[in-house]
């Protein structure tokens, strides 16, 4: 592969979960994507859950984005008045990836059917580091990390912090 497209970057990353319902010890997507990206070989540098509130997600965003170069959400994506981690990170996006939530919608529909029509997903970049919004099921967090956000981080960050 051409080394200008995919160098090899030590990948650092922080999962946030959001959720003002669950524990750490009953969250099922976190454990889910740090086994997924331990068994890949990227560190994954901590978790935290947070509740479902802008101010705090935002905070503990930015706070995430000075000890790692991938932060992940997982939860409070829907459409229930008080998912709002799409809201929190969206304006702080200075790249959007298109291209992660039609890829997921997409492979969530093969699961899902049109149920994946209320599956917000959100990528982008974040002063040359990567930043991912998906949905909070332990499903959901496996397709993504997975299938899109493994193969594509070394990628993804290449060409992000240039």
């Known amino acids: 592969m051409d080394p200008s497209h995919v160098q090899k970057i030590s990948v650092q990353v922080i999962i946030?979960?959001?959720?003002?319902?669950?524990?750490?010890?009953?969250d099922t997507a976190?454990?889910?994507?740090?086994?997924?990206l331990q068994g890949s070989s990227i560190s994954v540098i901590r978790t935290e859950v947070i509740p479902d509130n802008i101010e705090i997600i935002q905070?503990?965003?930015?706070?995430?984005?000075?000890?790692?170069?991938?932060?992940?959400?997982?939860g409070g994506t829907g459409i229930t008045h008080d998912d709002c981690t799409i809201e929190a990170?969206?304006?702080?996006?200075e790249k959007k990836l298109d291209g992660f939530?039609?890829?997921?919608?997409?492979?969530?529909?093969?699961?899902?059917?049109?149920?994946?029509?209320?599956s917000?997903?959100?990528?982008?970049?974040?002063?040359?580091?990567?930043?991912f919004c998906i949905p909070g099921s332990k499903n959901a967090a496996e397709l993504a990390t997975r299938e899109i956000i493994v193969p594509e981080i070394?990628?993804?960050?290449?060409h992000a912090s240039r």
């Open 16 to 26: 946030l979960i959001v959720s003002t319902s669950r524990t750490e010890k009953e």
């Open 154 to 158: 070394l990628h993804i960050l290449t």
């Open 120 to 131: 917000r997903a959100l990528g982008g970049i974040i002063d040359g580091k990567a930043v």
């Open 101 to 118: 939530g039609e890829l997921f919608r997409m492979k969530s529909f093969a699961e899902v059917g049109t149920r994946t029509l209320l």
């Open 59 to 74: 905070t503990s965003l930015n706070q995430a984005l000075k000890d790692a170069n991938c932060i992940i959400l997982t």
């Open 89 to 93: 990170v969206e304006p702080l996006l």
């Open 30 to 36: 976190g454990k889910t994507i740090q086994s997924i």
